[in-house]
């Protein structure tokens, strides 16, 4: 376990506890404001089972799938590439966070030269070994070059210093490049009626950092970026516009979703 003595945005020991679940302590910090976890797990252990890799079928992750996972991450993950065809149509994208490679997948279809970078060695060697993606367990600053996009997909949570590894990012983008993300909402209706609950992947076991939509654009801003914008994301299982849709972009307006998605530009 490593004890964050100090807040990972500001510096600042001053803090409060807020939540305690399943003895892991959530606390405030009493300067800037940002929620982090006070004691970490060592992630190298903790994330080698984290993405299930087993039973992943790429002829399989199409809108055609029979297996309603895999048919609603292709969903998913072609409403993410539109988002970044929207900044960027083309060149080399790094998903940091890559799991098994599916959105490096989807990323190589709409035509961009695709990298990937995961702490499980388990899920970089399955996406390097099944899917022939160029993927590693190695440190950003351990790559050569420059990209013109690097995507965050629930990631960015995950840091134990967020502002030091945006600064990473940032001196990986290309001078025109763009960061792409998304992190789950503390302020989200969802999770304040759940009675602040987690589940899966989503438990502060796994989390550093709960940002709300303040603190992810002070965070973001202050590793570099001159702008930051938070962006909808509706999420559509089917593809297709229903009531579910119309609510998720609702409470996108007003920063109660229960995800938030932001790009942001060197």
């Known amino acids: 376990m490593t004890a964050q003595t100090h807040c990972p945005f500001c510096s600042l020991p001053r803090r409060r506890i807020i939540l305690t679940t399943d003895g892991m302590d959530l606390v405030k910090c009493r300067g ?22 087993t039973g992943f079928d790429p002829g399989d992750y199409s809108v055609n799938s029979v297996h309603p996972n895999l048919k609603a991450l292709w969903h ?15 060149g080399a994208l790094l998903d940091m966070g890559c799991g098994s490679g599916a959105f490096m997948l989807t990323a190589k279809k709409a035509g961009f030269d695709v990298f990937g970078i995961d702490v499980s060695e388990k899920a970089a060697r399955f996406a390097r070994e099944e899917l022939n993606l160029n993927v590693t367990s190695k ?3 351990e790559l050569t070059g420059q990209f013109n996009v690097i995507t965050l997909w629930h990631v960015l949570e995950h840091f134990l210093n967020p502002v030091a590894e945006l ?7 290309c001078t025109d490049g763009v960061l792409i993300g998304e992190v789950p909402n503390w302020n989200s209706i ?9 589940k899966g992947g989503n438990h502060p076991l796994y989390h550093r950092s709960f940002f709300s939509s303040q603190t992810l654009r002070k965070t973001i801003l202050k590793a570099g970026f001159s702008k930051c914008k938070l962006i909808h994301l509706p999420y559509t299982s089917s593809g297709k ?14 920063h109660r979703d229960a995800f938030l998605a932001f790009a942001a530009w060197k």
């Open 32 to 53: 800037c404001g940002l929620i982090y976890l006070k004691d970490v797990p060592d992630e190298r252990v903790l994330y080698e089972d984290y993405h299930e890799c």
């Open 76 to 90: 998913i993950n072609q409403q993410r590439i539109e988002v970044i065809t929207r900044h960027r149509n083309s």
């Open 139 to 141: 440190n950003i600053n």
């Open 167 to 173: 600064v990473k990012i940032h001196n990986k983008l």
């Open 190 to 198: 969802k999770f304040q009626l759940s009675g602040k609950k987690w």
């Open 241 to 254: 516009k229903g009531p579910y849709h119309f609510l998720k972009k609702a409470f996108n307006s007003i």
